[in-house]
């Protein structure tokens, strides 16, 4: 932990990440695996079926949308507004996305090579590298990656051109055309705009998280994390138990405010002190986006070879076996594959991109600043003798966090992708 004061404040505790944001990653991620688990790979592979409520797991879709939105504004909103910041922000997210993906991307390509000896052709394996709409998709949970491209997107024209936020409403709603216009008939192009829109206003509703988890109090947070998800639950089982529900644009957006203020309620929770939280979850949580990207492919290849196998096994025994084989893949690329290579990618973008000037800190101790600004001040300055040592400073600087972190007063601390 370390001691920082942002502007406006007098001192703010900032932790490496927000690991209750992780963890709600991993239960994001497995709520998608166990919605393709009872969707598709069970009935399809072995004529199964589960609980019926596992079809909510579409939400997990919803919520990392609504994540993506909150940690854009969170980890760069300090960008908005330095042009010299749009390049680097844009590398930093296709490397965060791409590789991992493209990797997957190959190891689908070549297993279904081996297994029927088809390929896709030329167009298909094109659309599916660079995540250009396809009806017919390689790997099912891409379309989601290209919401994400374009959501990067329009935040890098707010970083670039910071005059409104209508920047970036532009630039989502035109490429929410385009990606709807590539992949949709002439004729329903307008039908489907008005059905996708929504997950547009997802990424909205993430950067609003990110502001009014500022002003949360402790409890008021954890009445909004309750909030969040209990209306995540009453929505989803609702629609999965009983049929009942809205249409899918008022779905997505009752998902969707939901989901932001979960978000926002476990941020503040978590900024106002120290929290324990199982170890296990925050790693599942650093592997989301692997199970995220081969949940499907492990699953249907181990469903497939129980098939062949003619292993008469209950289903709930047959779900419990793919789901921790697909968890244990993906803690194993993240490990071996995602994290070097992430680590790899960022010093390399750091080499061949400026890293934009950190924003000015105001402790309350800003004469050095002013003189450099007015050199003319200098006369006015105080004496050397009577300027606080650097050390005395540090320990006031705590001193204050550690009040306002009594009185609830801590702002948000970074959130680390």
Request: charged share 15%.
């Amino acid at each position: 932990m370390r001691v920082l004061g942002p502007p406006g404040a007098s001192a703010a505790i900032v932790t490496d990440r927000l690991e209750s944001l992780q963890i709600l990653r991993a239960v994001a991620a497995m709520m998608v695996a166990l919605f393709h688990l009872q969707q598709h790979v069970l009935p399809h592979h072995l004529g199964q079926a589960l609980w019926p409520g596992l079809s909510m797991g579409y939400a997990g879709v919803e919520i990392f949308f609504v994540l993506s939105g909150y940690i854009m504004m969170h980890v760069h909103g300090r960008e908005i507004g330095r042009r010299d910041a749009t390049g680097r922000f844009l590398l930093r997210r296709a490397a965060r996305i791409l590789p991992l993906y493209w990797i997957v991307l190959g190891m689908v390509v070549l297993g279904r090579f081996a297994m029927t000896g088809a390929i896709p052709d030329a167009e298909r394996l094109f659309a599916a590298a660079f995540l250009l709409p396809n009806q017919m998709p390689i790997l099912r949970v891409a379309w989601t990656l290209g919401y994400e491209m374009l959501f990067y997107g329009a935040f890098a024209l707010l970083i670039w051109r910071p005059a409104s936020i209508a920047w970036l409403a532009t630039g989502l709603a035109f490429g929410m055309l385009a990606l709807v216009s590539l992949n949709a008939r002439p004729a329903a192009v307008l039908l489907t705009v008005a059905q996708e829109a929504p997950y547009a206003l997802l990424f909205l509703l993430g950067i609003a998280a990110a502001c009014l988890q500022q002003r949360l109090t402790a409890p008021a947070a954890l009445a909004f994390a309750a909030f969040g998800a209990f209306g995540v639950l009453a929505v989803g089982l609702s629609e999965a138990l009983t049929g009942l529900a809205p249409e899918k644009p008022l779905r997505t957006l009752l998902y969707g405010v939901c989901a932001a203020a979960l978000i926002a309620g476990l941020a503040a929770w978590e900024g106002a002190g120290r929290r324990r939280m199982p170890p296990f979850l925050i790693r599942l949580g650093d592997a989301s986006y692997a199970l995220y990207l081969l949940h499907l492919p492990v699953m249907s290849f181990a469903a497939k070879l129980v098939s062949s196998l003619r292993l008469d096994l209950p289903p709930w025994l047959n779900a419990a076996g793919l789901v921790l084989l697909a968890t244990a893949a993906a803690l194993c690329a993240h490990r071996v594959l995602e994290r070097p290579m992430l680590r790899r990618l960022s010093h390399a973008i750091g080499r061949v991109t400026p890293k934009p000037d950190a924003m000015p800190v105001d402790l309350g101790h800003g004469r050095r600043r002013a003189a450099e600004a007015n050199p003319g001040a200098r006369a006015n300055r105080q004496p050397r003798e009577n300027l606080q040592p650097r050390a005395s400073l540090d320990a006031r600087v705590t001193r204050e966090a550690r009040a306002d972190l009594r009185a609830g007063r801590v702002p948000p601390p970074r959130l680390h992708t």
